[in-house]
């Protein structure tokens, strides 16, 4: 999902198309060895996060599926944490794996499956908090960045023709990077009780993420953003002097580039609306409870019901097959494009954010069109099926799609099938991975992707607890 097209061939692998129960060619016992660092080796050690690996490896029967989950549970804390202090506050500065940057979007979905042990894990409470001090600071230095470097160190994309920072990494426009920090922050203190991260710094990032969104629904003009870049890949800068494509104002907000750090082709992002609605709920009830800022609290209030009605205006179309569906991107002017991507926020993933019931009839009908070939990013090959996007192209598969498939199901037989699926593509290593060839999963794409792994581990756990007979 990041700016890392390169594909690594493990040789000497066979990977097979196999079900839970069937042995592939790297199957054997000796080889489960834990692939996580030594222990003086990890970044951060959470006593909860050790507990959960035990109890949850202990119920599952089949051996690889147990090692995988130790494996990929942990892989953010054992490897992509940096936690300190900074003036007596926590300070918690998150990669993404082999990118040496943060993003808002992966920083908060990497640390997200760890929420639930907070309230008895004191460590990994104040780890957390510091995610959540370091994502205020990062908005605060620009709300149209996408990625942070540690410090002020300057980045490769230096050169990218928009009002670059040396504290960023990249600037691309993505609406749910700023609705990512939101939705860690309103469920740390919904599972805490621990309300002292809203503190100036927060209540101040909040508001300029307001005001981001109104000035992005482009009322009056296009507004201060631009980016362009030079670059074979098109999906790689954004046209029309790097505003994107042109708009009708209706209420929505445009998100020059998609949570896969691809262009739009039409601005009007749906899930990503979806998202932002959702959002400003939550930071319009932070602000009412936490803050007492009532003014505020309404301001975040009639926002998201503004792009609700728009989303109900806009988002939907009568498809020949599937019924009402919702469209991926929209321009106002009429114009829909019909597909799916990886990378949440989804329209598969839309449940999985909160942001749409998962039993909506219009859900229901998207979720069938985005797992058909009427999604051009739908793959099906002999090793499995998923989509994948435009980011790495044509024929490669996201892991993370078949995770999302798995969580936002209530089915039995799909979530056993989406199991055997990612068990029998990891090729070897015992790590999810960003992409991985259809019909060759040993030809994949990002050797270490936290956030993939991390997902699986959230899976994992979530089978244990509603389908324990799965595992």
């Given at each position: ?13 066979t ?7 069937a042995?592939?060619s790297?199957?054997?016992l000796k080889?489960?060895?834990?692939q996580?660092p ?8 959470s ?22 989950f ?5 892989n ?39 929420l ?5 894990d ?16 990062c ?11 540690e410090?002020p ?5 230096d ?5 670059m ?36 710094n927060w ?7 307001l ?9 009056d003009g296009p ?9 074979e890949?098109?999906?790689d800068?954004a046209?029309?002097?790097g ?6 104002p209706?209420g929505?907000?445009?998100?020059v580039?998609?949570?896969?750090d ?5 601005p ?8 932002a609605?959702l ?11 936490i803050?007492?800022?009532t ?9 998201s019901g ?22 991926y991107?929209?321009?106002?002017y009429g ?18 954010l909160?942001?749409m ?18 999604n ?17 192209g044509?024929?490669?598969?996201w ?5 999302i ?5 209530n089915?039995?037989q ?5 199991l055997a ?5 990891h ?34 756990i979530k089978?244990?607890?509603?389908y324990?007979?799965?595992?």
């Amino acid at each position: 999902m990041l700016n890392r097209r390169h594909f690594i061939k493990l040789n000497g692998v066979t990977v097979m198309s196999l079900g839970l129960g069937a042995k592939p060619s790297w199957f054997d016992l000796k080889t489960f060895t834990s692939q996580r660092p030594a222990p003086a080796n990890r970044k951060f050690t959470s006593t909860g996060v050790e507990v959960t690996i035990e109890q949850i490896k202990r119920a599952i029967k089949d051996p690889e599926l147990a090692w995988l989950f130790e494996n990929c549970y942990p892989n953010t804390l054992d490897t992509t944490v940096n936690f300190s202090l900074k003036d007596g506050q926590p300070d918690t500065f998150v990669i993404t794996g082999d990118i040496n940057a943060m993003w808002l979007r992966d920083s908060s979905a990497q640390v997200w499956p760890y929420l639930p042990l907070i309230k008895e894990d004191e460590a990994l409470k104040s780890l957390l908090k510091g995610v959540l001090n370091r994502q205020a600071k990062c908005i605060l230095i620009d709300p149209y960045a996408n990625a942070f470097n540690e410090g002020p160190t300057g980045s490769e994309w230096d050169s990218d023709d928009t009002t670059m920072k040396p504290e960023l990494h990249e600037r691309k426009w993505e609406v749910d990077s700023l609705c990512y920090p939101i939705r860690l922050a309103y469920n740390y203190w919904k599972t805490s009780g621990d309300s002292s991260f809203f503190d100036e710094n927060w209540q101040n990032a909040g508001k300029l993420i307001l005001s981001t969104f109104r000035m992005q629904q482009r009322k009056d003009g296009p507004g201060p953003y631009h980016f362009e870049r030079k670059t074979e890949v098109a999906s790689d800068t954004a046209p029309n002097g790097g505003y994107g494509n042109p708009v009708k104002p209706v209420g929505l907000i445009c998100s020059v580039f998609r949570p896969s750090d691809d262009a739009t082709i039409f601005p009007f992002l749906i899930p990503s609306n979806y998202f932002a609605k959702l959002s400003l709920g939550q930071l319009a009830e932070m602000y009412r409870t936490i803050a007492n800022d009532t003014p505020t609290a309404r301001a975040c209030e009639d926002l998201s019901g503004e792009v609700d009605q728009a989303l109900r205006n806009y988002a939907t179309k009568q498809h020949p097959v599937y019924g009402e569906v919702l469209a991926y991107e929209v321009d106002g002017y009429g114009n829909q494009s019909f597909m799916d991507d990886a990378n949440v926020p989804s329209l598969l993933g839309l449940p999985y954010l909160g942001a749409m019931a998962a039993t909506d009839p219009v859900y229901q009908n998207t979720r069938r069109m985005v797992l058909s070939a009427a999604n051009p990013y739908f793959f099906k090959g002999s090793a499995t099926e998923g989509i994948g996007g435009p980011h790495i192209g044509m024929n490669y598969i996201w892991p993370m799609s078949i995770i999302i498939r798995a969580i936002t199901s209530n089915d039995k037989q799909e979530i056993a099938q989406c199991l055997a699926w990612l068990k029998n593509t990891h090729a070897g290593t015992g790590f999810m991975h960003e992409s991985f060839n259809k019909n060759d999963p040993s030809d994949f794409t990002r050797k270490w992707f936290a956030w993939a792994n991390t997902l699986f581990g959230e899976l994992i756990i979530k089978v244990h607890r509603y389908y324990p007979e799965l595992l």
